[in-house]
Structure formats: structure tokens, C-alpha cells
T-cell receptor, first 115, second 113 residues
């Protein structure tokens, strides 16, 4: 069966510090991978998605970046965090079809607080 | 811009009551997914509806896709405390440039024992 691991579960970082969140998927090959952010009282905002190694599409201009160094590894990074980067970050995967055509399978998220 | 409006935003009811939450848009979607999210966890898929007018049942949950594929509803019969969570709808637009999934802001349901 497929599983998705996301870590850390919680993170408190000062403004201006770097960020690295990691997500790995097991039990499937060539998945579509996604990073979403969920702010309190709001829905899910798509940040990045990837259809393959080294292929990253950005949905929203921001000071975040994503990388996919391996088929089942997706990393969300920032060089300098802003207060507005606080939120709940979710990694997800889907089978390799058009984005949205297949259901998303989410990790348990990372609660990021920038102080 | 695709926009999915969910209502109500918050719903607090007693165990045993029935409820309906709505997901509306002015846009047509190829399909619509419903997810439930519990605190500190990621959303989990409940159902996907594809055909206009389609009705799917999942135990006490009934999902309906509007005839015009612009809206959907989720009805829960005899709600239980275990139904508590954030219910999210997400519409898939196959015709958009990225074939992307659009999420509503969710309905936070609390069922009191």
C-alpha cells in the first residue's frame, strides 16, 4: 500500500531563518506531488506541484521554492522566512494523470509558526 | 478564477441531528471531490462525483452532484461525534490550462454528544 511521510510535524522558526520541509512517498512510482498551504479559516492553497524529477510548477509567487531530487521525494524550502509564511503545510500525491483527475492523498502536515 | 463557495462555514449540532452542507460555484466542473480533515491531520477523500445529478451514499453520508455540475451537497443523517471535522469540497476542471483542482474553504462541523 502507498504511504506518505511528512516531517517535521511542528516547527517554530524566527523570521529570516531558512526552511526545509521534506515529504516522501512509498509504494508508488512516478506520482504527481504537491505542496499546499492551509491558513486558519481558509481552504487549501496550491503552492507547487511536480509531475516528475526536476519538474516543478509554481502556482503562487512567493519566497518559497520546491525541489524534487528523487522520484518520491519532494522538498519545500525558503532562504528567509516571513511572518506571513506561518501556516499548515500539506504534502500530497496522486497517480500520474492530469492534476485533479485523480484524488489526492495527503500527509499529516507541518504546522509552521514564524516568530 | 474558479471559486467554490462552501456553506455554512461553521456548523455546531447535537448528536442525532441531520445536516446538509453546500458547495456552490458559477463554473462547471468535470468532477467534484469531498474530503474530511481532522485537527492536525491531512484531508482524507470521502467520495468523487462525476456525472451531473449523481448521488453517492457512504453509510450515513449522501453526496449529490448538481445536474449542471456547478454545485454539490453533502447530507449527514443522524450525525455522530465521530463526524466532527472540516469538510472540504474540491472541483476538477479538466478544461483549464493545468487541469487543476480548486478547493473550497470548508465547513467546520462539530457534533456534540
Amino acid at each position: 500500500s502507498q504511504t506518505i511521510h511528512q516531517w517535521p510535524a511542528t516547527l517554530v522558526q524566527p523570521v529570516g531563518s531558512p526552511l526545509s520541509l521534506e515529504c516522501t512517498v512509498e509504494g508508488t512510482s512516478n506520482p504527481n506531488l504537491y505542496w499546499y498551504r492551509q491558513a486558519a479559516g481558509r481552504g487549501l492553497q496550491l503552492l507547487f506541484y511536480s509531475v516528475g524529477i526536476g519538474q516543478i510548477s509554481s502556482e503562487v509567487p512567493q519566497n518559497l521554492s520546491a525541489s524534487r531530487p528523487q522520484d518520491r521525494q519532494f522538498i519545500l524550502s525558503s532562504k528567509k522566512l516571513l511572518l506571513s509564511d506561518s501556516g499548515f503545510y500539506l504534502c500530497a500525491w496522486s497517480v500520474s494523470v492530469a492534476q485533479g483527475e485523480s484524488p489526492l492523498h495527503f500527509g499529516n502536515g507541518t504546522r509552521l509558526t514564524v516568530t | 478564477t474558479q471559486l467554490l463557495e462552501q456553506s455554512p462555514q461553521f456548523l455546531s449540532i447535537q448528536e442525532g441531528e441531520n445536516l446538509t452542507v453546500y458547495c456552490n460555484s458559477s463554473s462547471v466542473f468535470s468532477s467534484l471531490q469531498w474530503y474530511r480533515q481532522e485537527p492536525g491531520e491531512g484531508p482524507v477523500l470521502l467520495v468523487t462525483v462525476v456525472t451531473g445529478g449523481e448521488v453517492k451514499k457512504l453509510k450515513r453520508l449522501t453526496f449529490q452532484f448538481g445536474d449542471a455540475r456547478k454545485d454539490s451537497s453533502l447530507h449527514i443523517t443522524a450525525a455522530q461525534p465521530g463526524d466532527t471535522g472540516l469538510y472540504l469540497c474540491a472541483g476538477y476542471d479538466r478544461g483549464s490550462t493545468l487541469g487543476r483542482l480548486y478547493f473550497g474553504r470548508g465547513t467546520q462541523l462539530t457534533v456534540w454528544p
